[in-house]
């Protein structure tokens, strides 16, 4: 099992930039593959963006491509998610996530570990 902790969260104007860390302890975090969801007010958790243990395959949500960036540093036992251009639409409670499984998965039932989420406020 692996411990998540996210930060970085807050209160941002439409077309600004946040960068979300997930802190990792515990089993060894480049055994993980990792990703990113997101669950707004009356919504579904929903994908936003996932990585391989290495960092060097990542995948995007349609909804996010271009603007969010997913990234890794196993040295340092953490994950990234860079987004830019931010929308309204994005505001959310992020959580990151592990997983065990071979290749990058989007369906959070894939995922064995959670964070307990950081807020997403963008302000139109």
């Given at each position: 099992?692996v411990?998540?902790v ?14 979300l ?6 089993r ?20 936003v963006a ?5 960092g060097g ?8 491509k ?8 196993n ?6 998610l860079?987004?830019?251009?931010l929308?309204?639409e ?5 959580y ?12 959070q039932?894939?995922?064995?570990d ?11």
């Amino acid at each position: 099992q692996v411990h998540l902790v996210e930060s970085g969260g807050g209160l941002v104007q439409a077309g600004g930039s946040l960068k979300l860390f997930c802190a990792a302890s515990g089993r060894t975090f480049s055994s993980y593959a990792m990703g990113w969801f997101r669950q707004a007010p009356g919504k579904e958790r929903e994908f936003v963006a996932a990585i391989n243990w290495s960092g060097g395959n990542t995948y995007y949500a349609d909804s996010v491509k271009g603007r969010f960036t997913i990234s890794r540093d196993n040295a340092k036992n953490t994950l990234y998610l860079q987004m830019n251009s931010l929308k309204p639409e994005d505001t959310a409670v992020y959580y990151c996530a592990a997983q065990t499984a071979p290749g990058i998965r989007t369906r959070q039932y894939d995922y064995e570990d959670w964070g307990q989420g950081t807020q997403v406020t963008v302000s139109s």
